[in-house]
């Protein structure tokens, strides 16, 4: 069974500051997705950033970056020029690659304060 | 505007009582899914489905039954036999399963409470 594991309950981060959120993962997969989702305090959960295990190369999306290490089975997180409305809880995400469904597997979550 | 609708955004009910959370999609997405969010916890798979007619058990499906009448409904009955079923409650969906990912989309979310 696979599982995610967020160590960081709470961040904070001064504006325009950089913040890195950690995340871990076990599988004994070798094809999978690992996603961050944003929930701000509307509580609508908004996908940030994707990335496929089989790529190398680190998803980017404009101030958002990850760090995936998949010998490690760590996929963290990087907020750049931290914003005001960057706060919200951050969720670390696994899914299986060609699974017969898109179940998505859920960290306990981050909850990031970005302080003006 | 295509997106997912869930209602109501706050819902009440009395021990014993069944209550049903809404969910529908405009997206012509084939599945669907529901998940709990409890605090201090991420959200857990309460039950799926790819097709119409067709749904599946999640990880926590106890107290939980759903229908799937419709490519665009998929209703949520919390059971007088969920043990616990205060929490937020969100819906999701996507394209399509299977082969390779297709984004999930989310709902506002219902926040149930038990009193």
């Known amino acids: 069974a696979q599982t995610v594991t967020q160590s960081q309950p709470e961040m904070s981060v001064q504006e325009a500051e950089t913040v890195t959120l950690s995340c871990t993962y076990d599988?004994?997969?070798?094809?999978?997705?690992l996603f961050w989702y944003k929930q701000p305090p509307s509580r609508q959960m908004i996908l940030v950033i994707r990335q496929e295990a089989y790529k190398q190369q680190n998803a980017t999306e404009n101030r958002f970056s990850v760090n995936f290490q998949k010998a490690a089975k760590s996929f963290s997180l990087k907020i750049s020029d931290s914003q005001l409305g960057d706060t919200a809880m951050y969720f670390c995400a696994f899914s299986l690659r060609g699974g017969a469904t898109n179940k998505l597997i859920f960290g306990t979550g981050t909850l990031l304060a970005v302080q003006p | 505007d295509g997106g997912i609708t869930q209602s109501p955004k706050y819902l009440f009910r009395k021990e014993g009582q069944n209550v049903t959370l809404s969910c529908e999609q405009n997206l012509n997405h084939d599945a669907m899914y529901w998940y709990r969010q409890d605090p201090g916890q991420g959200l857990r798979l309460i039950y799926y489905?790819?097709?119409?007619?067709?749904?599946q058990k999640g990880d926590i499906a106890e107290g939980y039954s759903v229908s799937r009448e419709k490519k665009e409904s998929f209703p949520l009955t919390v059971t007088s036999a969920q043990k616990n079923p205060t929490a937020f409650y969100l819906c999701a969906s996507s394209p399509r399963t299977g082969g390779f990912y297709n984004e999930q989309f989310f709902g506002p979310g219902t926040r149930l409470t038990v009193l």
């Open positions: 599988t004994s997969e070798n094809n999978y997705y």
């Open positions: 489905s790819q097709i119409v007619n067709d749904f």
